[in-house]
């Protein structure tokens, strides 16, 4: 997968970069809409990560621009502005995500993913574990053939875990994709705790293999 | 003053009608008295030729033609048909020359009347007569009535007639005024101001709506300089945020770090997700202060509430706290915003939670009372000290207990509050919960 990380603070592309360069995606960097719009137009890209408030360019017109040549690039648009306005103008001109900063990279990376798994590879939504399947596109959890019931929280923790297998995720991490946490002021809450508990409860009808392992200090990483 | 609050419009017209009408008062008694003042200088005039015409008479015929000399007792009356003049001489008691014209009765076959009477004395063969020639005034009093009663007449339809006239050429005057004045009325918001030039010839109201214009301009100026100011505040301050952030979540990947390390890096990071929580708290109250939110949704506030138990019912569940919802069933809308409205019914709801231990109870009740509607938010938790009471929904206002943060949220709700004309209330007491109280006043 190829993604263009449109950024004008070279800090943040590069950390961008570093972060999906480890996930396995191939990026591209521009640091102001001339160049963007100059790669757009040359390259295909799958992804488009682009800060809306750059120097040189409205960055929404980015999105007409590489439409206007068919580039079948999705959009995930990023503002530090956090105002209602970007987001939803961001959608009228067909942006496809939208991420306020300071964003959580794992969350970044979970929206490229949703978009894939929605956009290209259906097959990538069914996940299994032992005789568990989980469904994301349909939100559905089930052991064998037997439908787990789930509450939307839930299911949003065991899905982000399931996702990002073998990785420590802290409960901000959690709390930030299940929250989206703009009044969120609780990231320390045992809120997370909870939920892990009772998720555990719920798998713990079926199997007695610890999937979901405690992270002292930190937070949680799911075990295949 | 009585005057005072009402249309230009109004005013005008009962300025007008009231001078008028001074005016017919004026005219129906001050014309009358004029024109009898006049008759009368006219009779006057008459009566003096009478008795210049009488003493010719007598000189050409001597005294004689009209009385009988010898008779002392005897005097000269004669009168017209109608009473409406005489003439009468006698031999005056007095031997003064006198004349003069006066206004006053005489008795006529039985009849008192109004006469205009001139008297003169005169010595004709040393002896003394007295000469009266009256003439009536009935006829000015009557004419003095009927101009009264025409007058009013007249004068009531004049005034009718000028009020109206009046009325629709202040109306067609002062149209283009109204219609900047609607043109103000519409506006309440930066973002909705129009420019539209009314049409008019009147130079004062093409310089109130230049002046207007010229204002709105400046204040518009303002507002998007504000605007772009908080809006460039956040990206300064959020993106160095945002690059930190993104480098700790990049560092806490490495696998060489220590345990303890990575929990260093993740306090940190808690610590970040204060501080940006802050500074979008910050902006939010400066976005409101500057108005930049249109309050131009009509809101159901039942609606609002429900989404907000929903969102925040997990919260509820996992502290175990039991939440009783009895909204009144007769909803109420409001004319506001829908996003600062949800904040402000999040961040109390929020704010009853967080301040309710395990297996408390939270009731959301509403009821409408007189011309408000009114939701109460009441919790059993752990209270709010009197002494901190007044404080509450002040910016981090710091309590030496450390029991209660508020933080910015009920701050946020007070400037809610304020920018939509709400009123919140809270009655507390230490250990024994608090009840937050929100005053939707119902428009006339």
């Known amino acids: 997968m190829r993604i263009l990380i449109i950024e004008d603070e070279k800090a943040l592309a590069d950390e961008i970069e570093q972060f999906l360069s480890n996930a396995h995606y191939q990026c591209d960097k521009a640091y102001n809409g001339a160049i963007a719009s100059e790669l757009l137009a040359t390259n295909p890209y799958d992804f488009v990560l682009l800060d809306i408030g750059l120097p040189d360019y409205y960055g929404l017109d980015l999105i007409k621009e590489a439409k206007s040549y068919n580039a079948d690039a999705y959009f995930i648009v990023i503002t530090a502005k956090g105002e209602l306005n970007d987001k939803l103008k961001g959608f009228e001109y067909g942006a496809d995500d939208y991420l306020a900063k300071p964003f959580s990279l794992l969350e970044l990376h979970s929206r490229i993913q949703a978009i894939t798994r929605r956009k290209f590879d259906h097959s990538k939504a069914q996940i299994q574990f032992g005789k568990f399947t989980i469904d994301i596109n349909k939100r559905l959890f089930s052991h064998e053939n037997t439908n787990i019931d789930l509450t939307k929280k839930e299911f949003d923790i065991l899905s982000y875990l399931v996702l990002n297998k073998g990785r420590i995720l802290d409960r901000m991490q959690l709390t930030e994709h299940v929250w989206g946490g703009f009044y969120e002021e609780d990231y320390d809450s045992n809120y997370i705790d909870v939920h892990i508990k009772n998720i555990r409860k719920k798998i713990n009808q079926f199997d007695n293999q610890n999937w979901i392992k405690t992270v002292r200090g930190l937070g949680y990483k799911f075990d295949l | 003053m009585l005057l005072s609050n009402i249309k230009l419009r109004t005013q005008l017209a009962l300025i007008n009608a009231f001078s008028k009408i001074l005016i017919i008062i004026i005219a129906v008694f001050v014309l009358p008295l004029t024109v009898r003042e006049i008759s009368i200088q006219e009779m006057d005039k008459q009566l003096i030729d009478k008795l210049d015409q009488l003493y010719k008479l007598l000189e050409e015929n001597g005294i004689e033609h009209f009385i009988d000399v010898q008779d002392d007792a005897m005097g000269y009356g004669s009168y017209n ?17 006198t004349e003069y014209i006066e206004s006053t009765q005489r008795l006529v076959d039985g009849e008192v009347l109004d006469y205009r009477i001139i008297s ?134 490495n696998t060489n770090l220590s345990h303890e390390d990575t929990i260093k890096i993740y306090e940190t990071k808690v610590t970040l997700g204060r501080l940006t929580k802050l500074v979008r708290s910050l902006l939010l109250l400066s976005r409101i202060e500057n108005k930049e939110y249109l309050l131009d949704e009509t809101i159901n506030i039942n609606q609002v509430a429900v989404n907000v138990i929903d969102e925040i019912k997990e919260r509820i569940e996992v502290k175990d706290i039991s939440l009783t919802e009895n909204l009144s069933e007769k ?68 309590f030496e207990s450390g029991t209660h943060n508020f933080g910015l949220g009920l701050a946020l709700a007070k400037t809610i509050c304020n920018y939509h004309q709400l009123e919140i209330q809270v009655e507390s007491k230490l250990g024994h919960g608090s009840t937050f109280t929100l005053i939707f006043p119902k428009k006339k």
């Not at chain 2, 048909?81 to 020359?97: A, C, F, G, N, W």
């Not at chain 2, 915003?337 to 231990?357: F, S, V």
């Open chain 2, 331 to 398: 909803e109420f809308t409001l004319f506001g915003n829908k996003e600062l409205i949800h904040i402000l019914m999040y961040n109390i709801l929020n704010n009853a939670i967080k301040y309710t231990p395990g297996n408390g109870s939270i009731e959301l009740s509403s009821k409408h009372i007189n011309n408000t509607y009114i939701i109460e938010i009441k919790d059993n938790g752990i209270g709010i000290a009197e002494k901190h009471l007044p404080y509450i929904f002040e910016r981090f206002k710091k």
């Open chain 2, 81 to 97: 048909i109608l009473k409406e003049e005489y003439v009468s001489i006698e031999v005056s008691p007095d031997t003064v020359l």
């Open chain 2, 120 to 253: 003169a004395t005169f010595e004709y063969e040393e002896y003394f007569y007295l000469i009266e020639i009256g003439k009536s005034t009935s006829a000015i009093t009557l004419f003095e009535k009927n101009l009264k009663k025409y007058t009013f007449i007249f004068l009531i339809f004049l005034l009718s007639l000028s009020v109206i006239f009046d009325l629709s050429v202040t109306q067609i005057l002062l149209r283009p005024f109204y219609q900047i004045i609607r043109k103000l009325k519409l506006i309440n918001h930066p973002s909705n101001f129009n420019y539209a030039v009314t049409k008019t010839n009147t130079s004062d109201f093409k310089y109130l709506e230049e002046s207007i214009h010229h204002l709105m301009r400046r204040i518009e100026d303002v507002f998007n300089e504000e605007r772009e100011y908080i809006g460039n505040i956040s990206h300064e301050i959020l993106t160095p945020i945002s690059i930190i952030k993104s480098k700790l979540e990049n560092f806490s990947d």
